[in-house]
C-alpha cells in the first residue's frame, strides 16, 4: 500500500503562492496522485489529479518529477478562504487511504491592515 | 444536480442503541465508501463496495455494518458493539470499472456528525 508523508501543518499570508509537498516513495507504476481540499464540517473536494510531470487546472497546478517519488500542490496567490486541510492520495487498490493531510493557515496580508489609531477618551 | 446527500446532517442517540446513518447518490457510480473522522484527524475507511450487493471492510469496521442493495444507496449503521461512535462520519462514490480502476476522483457528502451520550 502506497503511503505519503505531508507537513502536518503550513502558515502562508494571503497572495502568496503557496506550494505543499507530499512524499510517496513507494508509488507503484499505474497510480496517480490525487490531492483533496476539506473545509470544517464537511466532506474532501477533489483539487486536481495527475501521473507524471505537470498538471495545471482553476484551482492549481501539481508538479510531479520523473521519479514520480513526491509531488507538490501549488496553490497561486491564495485568499483567506483557502485556510483548509490538503490530503495526498497515491491510489493503488480498492481501498482509498487518507493520511492526516496538511492543515494550510492563510493569514491576512500585513499590507491589509493600516498601523491603527491609538485614541484615547479622558473623563 | 448530481450528487451525494447524506442525511440527517447531525444525529443524536443514546448509547446502546443502533442507529443507521443514510447515504444516496445520482452519479450513477459504481463505488461507494463510508469514512469516519475524528476531531484533527484524517478519514479512516470503515466499509466501501464496488458493486450492488457486495461490501467488503475497511480499516475500521468492527462494531459497523453496512448493505448494498441498490447502486444508488450505501446505508451505515452504527451498533451498539461500536465502543467509541461519535464522529464525524463522510460517505463517498467514485466510478468503478475495468478502466478507470483505483485512480478514479472520490466525490464525496457533506457528512453526518453522530453524537452518542
Known amino acids: 500500500l502506497a503511503k505519503t508523508t505531508q507537513p502536518i501543518s503550513m502558515d502562508s499570508y494571503e497572495g502568496q503562492e503557496v506550494n505543499i509537498t507530499c512524499s510517496h516513495n513507494?508509488?507503484?507504476?499505474?497510480?496517480?496522485i490525487t490531492w483533496y481540499q476539506q473545509f470544517p464540517s464537511q466532506g474532501p473536494r477533489f483539487i486536481i489529479q495527475?501521473?507524471?510531470t505537470k498538471v495545471t487546472n482553476e484551482v492549481a497546478s501539481l508538479f510531479i518529477p520523473a521519479d514520480r517519488k513526491s509531488s507538490t500542490l501549488s496553490l497561486p496567490r491564495v485568499s483567506l478562504s483557502d485556510t483548509a486541510v490538503y490530503y495526498c492520495?497515491?491510489?493503488?487498490?480498492?481501498?482509498?487511504?487518507f493520511g492526516k493531510g496538511t492543515r494550510l493557515h492563510i493569514l491576512p496580508s500585513k499590507s491589509t491592515f493600516g498601523d491603527g489609531t491609538t485614541l484615547t477618551v479622558k473623563p | 444536480d448530481g450528487g451525494i446527500t447524506q442525511s440527517p446532517k447531525y444525529l443524536f442517540r443514546k448509547e446502546g442503541q443502533n442507529v443507521t446513518l443514510s447515504c444516496e447518490q445520482n452519479?450513477?457510480?459504481?463505488?461507494m465508501y463510508w469514512y469516519r473522522q475524528d476531531p484533527g484527524q484524517g478519514l479512516r475507511l470503515i466499509y466501501y463496495?464496488?458493486?450492488?450487493?457486495?461490501?467488503q471492510k475497511g480499516d475500521i469496521a468492527e462494531g459497523y455494518s453496512v448493505s448494498r442493495e441498490k447502486k444508488e444507496s450505501f446505508p451505515l449503521t452504527v451498533t451498539s458493539a461500536q465502543k467509541n461512535p461519535t464522529a464525524f462520519y463522510l460517505c463517498?462514490?467514485?466510478?468503478?470499472?475495468?478502466?478507470?480502476?483505483?485512480?478514479?476522483?472520490?466525490?464525496f457528502g457533506n457528512g453526518t456528525r453522530l453524537t452518542v451520550t
Open positions: 463517498a462514490s467514485s466510478i468503478f470499472g475495468q478502466e478507470s480502476s483505483y485512480n478514479s476522483p472520490l466525490h
Open positions: 513507494n508509488i507503484a507504476t499505474n497510480d496517480y
Open positions: 495527475g501521473y507524471k
Open positions: 492520495l497515491v491510489g493503488d487498490r480498492q481501498e482509498i487511504i
Open positions: 452519479l450513477n457510480h459504481d463505488a
Open positions: 463496495s464496488q458493486i450492488v450487493n457486495d461490501f
